[in-house]
């Protein structure tokens, strides 16, 4: 077999695996019909048109050769750590850490550690930049999650409320 573009073969390969993982487990919800859909329905479509474009974006890898789309390189592991600590750090912020009695730091807490964190996987990144985005995405989210939509959950650390 001759894959013509690895980047786009191995990148409809993951697609579909990501896919085929969300539709199985969406398979442990109730899933309903169009009409009625259960709480399963949505991640169970999502997971099966995932698949469906992973396989086409794959499919295009194997038959198209395409400009940029040569070899995959070295996996960049300083850059991928980062952003996946951010998230989870982001995820600590906003609920804790009850069996070592960390309580929950808040959205806007999550969101300048999140930003921060994952900007360290960009080289060369400034801490100027970088606050002025975080300032920006805090002030967007507070007006968008806790003012327009109401949502409730903490926005400062609890360790600073009454």
Same mark, same amino acid.
Request: aromatic share 16%; charged share 10%; net charge positive.
């Given at each position: ?5 690895? *980047? ?23 899933? %309903? ?7 399963? !329905?949505?991640?169970?479509? #999502? ?6 474009? /992973?396989?086409?974006?794959? &499919?295009?890898?194997?038959?198209? $050769? ?6 995959? /390189? ?7 750590? !980062? ?10 912020? #906003? %609920? ?25 996987? $960009?080289?060369?990144? *400034? ?9 920006? #995405? ?6 968008? &999650?806790?003012?327009?939509? *109401? ?8 360790? &600073?409320?009454?």
């Amino acid at each position: 077999m001759n894959i013509k573009s690895q *980047k786009d073969f191995f990148s409809g390969l993951m697609f579909m695996v990501l896919g085929a993982a969300f539709a199985w487990g969406a398979t442990k919800y109730s899933i %309903g019909t169009g009409a009625r859909m259960g709480p399963g !329905y949505f991640p169970l479509m #999502l997971g099966v048109l995932l698949a469906i474009l /992973g396989a086409v974006v794959a &499919f295009n890898g194997l038959v198209i $050769e395409r400009v940029g789309g040569g070899k995959v /390189g070295k996996w960049a592991w300083k850059p991928l750590i !980062y952003i996946i600590g951010a998230n989870l750090i982001f995820g600590v912020c #906003l %609920g804790g850490l009850p069996f070592i009695g960390l309580k929950s730091l808040g959205l806007i807490t999550g969101i300048y550690a999140l930003t921060f964190v994952a900007s360290m996987a $960009e080289p060369g990144w *400034k801490v100027k930049n970088t606050f002025f985005l975080a300032t920006a #995405l805090a002030v967007i989210s507070y007006l968008a &999650f806790i003012k327009l939509l *109401k949502l409730q959950f903490p926005v400062w650390p609890v360790y &600073f409320t009454a």
